[in-house]
Nanobody
């Protein structure tokens, strides 16, 4: 069982930036972020493959968010720039082995407890 611990959430003004981190207790093949705002469905934000660094982004964050990883430390980061009010949500870290990496991020095998991001206008 891999444990995930998120950090870095908080508040920002629209147009500002925040950086999220996720540390895994063991190695995985892919890691990602998904978010959920009150009354809305879970939304995949970004995923990254730990070996190659290949990353994919959701349409709503493409060009504004950047996902990176540190393989040696089993750690992943999400740099969020040009934040919008609609980015306000609970952000969850998730991880999986290859069999699940191509699926929906919220369905990844391992998930963290979440960290709140609030963007104000």
């Amino acid at each position: 069982q891999v444990q995930l611990a998120e950090s870095g959430g908080g508040s920002a003004q629209a147009g500002g930036s925040l950086r999220l981190s996720c540390a895994a207790s063991g190695s995985t093949d892919c890691m990602g972020w998904f978010r959920q705002a009150p009354g809305k469905e879970r939304e995949g934000v970004a995923r990254i493959y730990m070996g190659t660094g290949v990353a994919y982004y959701g349409a709503s964050v493409q060009g504004r968010f950047s996902i990176t990883r540190n393989d040696a430390k089993n750690t992943m980061f999400l740099e969020m720039n040009t934040l919008k009010v609609e980015d306000t949500a609970m952000y969850y870290c998730a991880a999986a082995h290859f069999g699940k990496c191509g699926g929906e991020i919220p369905d990844f095998t391992f998930r963290g407890q979440g960290t709140q991001v609030t963007v104000s206008s």
